[in-house]
């Protein structure tokens, strides 16, 4: 009990002397038009993301630093206590990053492998938004006659940055790009 305290004192006088500007709203990543579908025995999910970057990770990826995002998906069971039952979990990643000389945007899809190349931002970034037919769940893992519901959040993973950068995109909230969790009946 006594190391409980002392830790959270800890935090609390680090935590006051931290220069986080509060004033800086982070630019947020919107989920909508979400819906899963059965095809044979998997389900799969369709989405739409909007990305927006607030003015340091604009700079940053300007810079040549590669950025990643990451879409979690999570099916699960609501409980009426304190944690719901995770039933399956998939995460998605992502890497962008701008090549100053032929001055293109490279999309990656660490998970697959592929890649495409885009000559604006925007286009890159519509282009990851539009989420289509990921596998998410087979249906036989599921029983029946039992609720279940599905989330989805994008996010900027800042343990992915150059380690010079982290400590600053632990600190600034203008780097906590995050759409929140965003959740459906399955």
């Not at 990543?29 to 979400?34: A, I, K, L, M, Y």
């Not at 990643?68 to 992502?94: F, H, K």
């Amino acid at each position: 009990m006594k190391r409980l305290r002392a830790n959270l004192w800890v935090l609390a006088f680090v935590g006051a002397w931290l220069p986080i500007n509060l004033n800086a709203a982070p630019s947020l990543f919107t989920v909508s038009n979400v819906k899963t579908g059965l095809s044979g025995e998997i389900y799969h999910l369709d989405a739409t993301l909007e990305y927006q970057f607030s003015k340091g990770v604009l700079t940053a990826l300007e810079n040549g630093v590669c950025l990643t995002l990451v879409l979690d998906i999570e099916v699960y069971t609501p409980s009426r206590y304190l944690w719901d039952e995770i039933i399956a979990t998939l995460e998605q990643r992502y890497e962008i990053q701008y090549h100053a000389l032929s001055q293109q945007f490279l999309l990656r899809n660490i998970n697959s492998g592929s890649q495409t190349v885009f000559s604006s931002l925007d286009a890159a970034l519509t282009s990851l938004g539009n989420i289509k037919d990921v596998p998410i769940l087979d249906a036989h893992l599921l029983q029946k006659n039992r609720h279940y519901m599905v989330r989805v959040r994008s996010r900027l993973d800042l343990a992915s940055l150059p380690v010079p950068l982290q400590l600053k995109a632990y600190i600034s909230t203008a780097w906590w790009l995050s759409s929140g969790w965003y959740s459906w009946d399955l």
